[in-house]
């Protein structure tokens, strides 16, 4: 049952991943490390900011 139980788990993570749930996570890890005591954005400004730059650079990307 933990095996099928661990298995799930790892499913719901890389799916997540996929779909960018710990995108912010990792983007406030980032900045709190190599940028310490300067403005961090919200996390609405984030995805805002995110999208602009996908949408101003589309490079390879399905949609």
Same mark, same amino acid.
């Given at each position: 049952?933990? %095996? #099928?139980? @661990? %298995?799930?788990? @790892? #499913?719901?993570?890389?799916?997540? /991943?996929?779909?960018? /749930?710990?995108? +912010?996570? *990792? +983007?406030?890890?980032?900045?709190?490390?190599?940028? $310490?005591?300067? $403005?961090?954005?919200?996390? *609405?400004? +984030?995805?805002?900011? !995110?999208?602009?730059? @996908?949408? @101003?650079? $589309?490079?390879? !990307?399905?949609?």
């Amino acid at each position: 049952m933990s %095996g #099928i139980l @661990a %298995g799930l788990t @790892a #499913i719901r993570r890389y799916v997540g /991943d996929v779909m960018g /749930d710990s995108h +912010y996570e *990792r +983007y406030v890890a980032h900045h709190r490390r190599h940028h $310490p005591g300067t $403005p961090l954005m919200s996390e *609405r400004e +984030y995805w805002r900011d !995110r999208h602009a730059e @996908a949408d @101003a650079n $589309p490079g390879a !990307r399905c949609c």
